[in-house]
């Protein structure tokens, strides 16, 4: 079973994608991917800086992160053109993925922030949504060092709560502590393999 776990920006996406893998599902998390395809050399890599620019490239390869995230997210086009430019590249790896851990593990679970905003759900059969009230995801974003401003920005980008709850199968509720998020992965896991 291929199972898409997605939630907004600090919803707890990670942290629930750690206690799956401790009850024993394969993880393909779609932001590790996302690393991958823009090490030195790639082809998506150069195609970045075609469009953001040749300085988002370092003198040593490697991608300068922040100045491509201060030009891609400056406004919705120029988000656009990143997202042309990546997804495709991360779907494509992300289907192997999901397939390898699929024979692998007895569960496999995509994580992925935008999984409902790519169109990705057709990856998976059953869509998890992590959720936590939005000044509870600002805050546990802010607290893990992000800026205030830039959070709320993305969330702008991303898909409204209701949005991504129309599009769940299970919603898991993160808003509270830890242990009522545990109960809630131990009750689906149960529901899963039994
Ligand atoms: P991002 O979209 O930024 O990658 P995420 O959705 O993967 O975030 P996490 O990294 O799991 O979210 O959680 C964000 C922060 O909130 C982390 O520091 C995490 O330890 C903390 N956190 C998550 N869930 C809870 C909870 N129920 N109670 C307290 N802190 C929490």
New binding site residues.
């Given amino acids: 079973m291929r199972v898409g776990l997605t ?1 907004g ?7 629930v994608s750690t206690m799956l893998a401790r009850k024993g599902a394969g993880i393909v998390d779609a ?1 590790e991917i996302a690393r991958r395809i823009v090490e030195p050399g790639s082809p998506v890599l150069a195609r970045l800086a075609e469009e953001f620019g040749e300085d988002i490239v370092l003198a040593d390869g490697s991608l300068n992160r922040q100045l491509l995230a201060d030009r891609a997210f400056a406004d919705e086009r120029s988000t656009r053109h990143l997202n042309e430019i990546t997804h495709p590249a991360i779907r494509e790896i992300a289907e192997a993925e999901i397939s390898a851990a699929e024979a692998a593990y007895p569960i496999a679970v995509y994580e992925m ?1 935008l999984l409902v905003e790519t169109g990705q759900v057709s990856l998976v059969d059953i869509v998890v949504v ?1 959720d936590a009230p939005e000044e509870v995801q600002v805050q ?2 802010v ?2 060092g992000l800026n205030e401003a830039d959070v709320r920005r993305r969330m702008e980008q991303q898909a409204s709560r209701a949005d991504r709850s129309s599009a769940a199968d299970h919603m898991i509720d ?1 808003g ?3 242990e009522s ?1 545990q109960a809630q992965v131990d009750a689906l896991w149960s529901e899963w393999t039994s």
Avoid: C, E, Q
């Fill in positions: 939630g920006i600090g919803s707890g996406k990670s942290t932001d922030p992590v546990r974003a607290d893990r993160n509270t502590t830890l998020t």
